[in-house]
Antibody, heavy 119, light 107 residues
Framework: EVQLLESGGGLVQPGGSLRVSCAAS????????MSWVRQAPGRGLEWVST????????YYADSVKGRFTISRDNSGNALYVQMNSLRAEDTALYYC????????????WGQGTMVTVSS | DIQMTQSPSTLSASVGDRVTITCRAS??????LAWYQHKPGKAPEVLIS???SLESGVPSRFSGSGFGIEFTLTISSLQPDDSATYYC?????????FGGGTKVEIK
């Protein structure tokens, strides 16, 4: 079964750090670009970051550039995002998603993990 | 950066109605446009890729059209299960962006 399962969300103080993980199964993880997409409470979807299958190509939204780092472990079928210098506006449900580049779509999504930045 | 503007932000329609949602890009994106359906508590699901290609398993009442700057998602006969928020998303260049969303309610 094709599946993405996020973990690691929680409550963190402003200025703090958190690492969120995504475990993939059911497809050839190392071949596929992967992304993080978030949704703040009451807001729409926002693309956060994408990493190519090899890990060589990485892209970030301006809102997280310099603070978030995306990475992957192809041997363990895992995707990560290290979030530093967290702000209240980073509070959101963070989804892991596969980016199918030939059609330009996020075709597989996890259920999301909630990150709350608050004192 | 390419901005995606959706309209309307909300709409209310009856079962069986034809519903159209518009998405406008701030510059040409060719046909690099996808549509998603998002229900509360669930992950988003892709409906349409490349502006007009219906994804596998998506009911045929959904259709997409457009090229360049203006795109539409049409639901030919609205069903109760279609109550959701719909988003467009471009894949022309990075950064990728989503439209602001259209919440579809059933009267």
């Amino acid at each position: 079964e094709v599946q993405l399962l996020e973990s690691g969300g929680g409550l963190v103080q402003p200025g703090g750090s958190l690492r969120v993980s995504c475990a993939a199964s059911g497809f050839t993880f190392s071949s596929d670009a992967m992304s993080w997409v978030r949704q703040a409470p009451g807001r729409g979807l926002e693309w956060v970051s994408t990493i190519s299958g090899s890990g060589r190509n990485i892209y970030y939204a301006d809102s997280v550039k310099g603070r978030f780092t995306i990475s992957r472990d192809n041997s363990g079928n895992a995707l990560y995002v290290q979030m530093n210098s967290l702000r209240a506006e980073d509070t959101a449900l963070y989804y892991c998603a596969r980016l199918e580049v030939t059609r330009g779509i996020f075709d597989i999504w996890g259920q999301g993990t909630m990150v709350t930045v608050s004192s | 950066d390419i901005q995606m503007t959706q309209s309307p932000s909300t709409l209310s329609a009856s079962v069986g109605d034809r519903v159209t949602i518009t998405c406008r890009a701030s510059q040409s994106i060719s046909n690099w446009l996808a549509w998603y359906q998002h229900k509360p508590g669930k992950a988003p699901e892709v409906l349409i890729s490349k502006a007009s290609s219906l994804e596998s398993g998506v009911p045929s009442r959904f259709s997409g059209s457009g090229f360049g700057i203006e795109f539409t998602l049409t639901i030919s006969s609205l069903q109760p299960d279609d109550s959701a928020t719909y988003y467009c998303q471009h894949y022309k260049t990075y950064p990728l962006t989503f439209g602001g969303g259209t919440k579809v309610e059933i009267k």
